[in-house]
């Protein structure tokens, strides 16, 4: 139940960094929390985070360095790197809609800011849903609705985030200009290679 609830977790942070720029509170989250910021070890350490005041940070680095990663320079949905024409799918046709209606959940496109619902960050915090219902399953002893959902994170991971997001955070840890984007696209990466790792382990018991 703990593992659910980490992972649950790590996939709840990577969905908010990657979806839009940070607020003041949720910079300070980070920087107070020492079990986030060891995965974090580059931004850590960088002497701006020190010595500049958050407000500063946030304005003169780490949003631009978002705006850039995420609005400029790459493109963070599914369909540019899965179809051939490289066009992103914002309608009923888009590849994630089918399995986000299946498990009841919604894109705030308001709150995201993102122009299709297979954006990183929405991506991301799907998997988040489903570990966070996998929790509650394990809390209520249902073990076979917990295999069940095991199940779609493995299919969805395979089926959409692990198919192109390397691509992508590859490209955003070579592109970023401050520690933190570079950590975040580090950690996002190994953190799906490792859980697919893990839930396939998981369904074999």
Request: proline content about 3%; aromatic content about 12%.
């Amino acid at each position: 139940m703990q593992q659910t609830q980490a992972r649950a977790n790590i996939y709840a942070l990577l969905s908010r960094i990657l979806l839009q720029e940070l607020d003041l509170k949720t910079l300070q989250i980070i920087k107070n929390d020492e079990n986030i910021m060891e995965f974090f070890p580059t931004f850590k350490e960088w002497n701006a985070m020190k010595e500049t005041s958050d407000v500063v940070l946030l304005e003169e680095h780490i949003n631009p360095d978002f705006v850039n990663l995420s609005l400029l320079h790459l493109i963070p949905y599914e369909t540019f790197y899965t179809r051939e024409d490289q066009k992103i799918e914002t309608g009923g046709a888009n590849p994630v809609t089918d399995m986000y209606s299946a498990y009841d959940f919604m894109v705030d496109y308001e709150i995201s800011r993102t122009i299709s619902a297979d954006h990183i960050g929405v991506e991301y915090e799907f998997m988040h849903h489903l570990a966070q219902a996998e929790l509650k399953a394990l809390q209520e002893g249902d073990v076979n609705a917990v295999k069940e959902l095991q199940g779609i994170q493995k299919e969805f991971l395979n089926k959409h985030l692990l198919n192109w997001a390397p691509m992508y955070l590859i490209n955003m840890k070579y592109e970023a200009r401050t520690p933190l984007y570079y950590d975040v696209a580090d950690m996002a990466l190994e953190f799906i290679l490792s859980d697919n790792e893990y839930l396939v382990k998981e369904l074999l018991v």
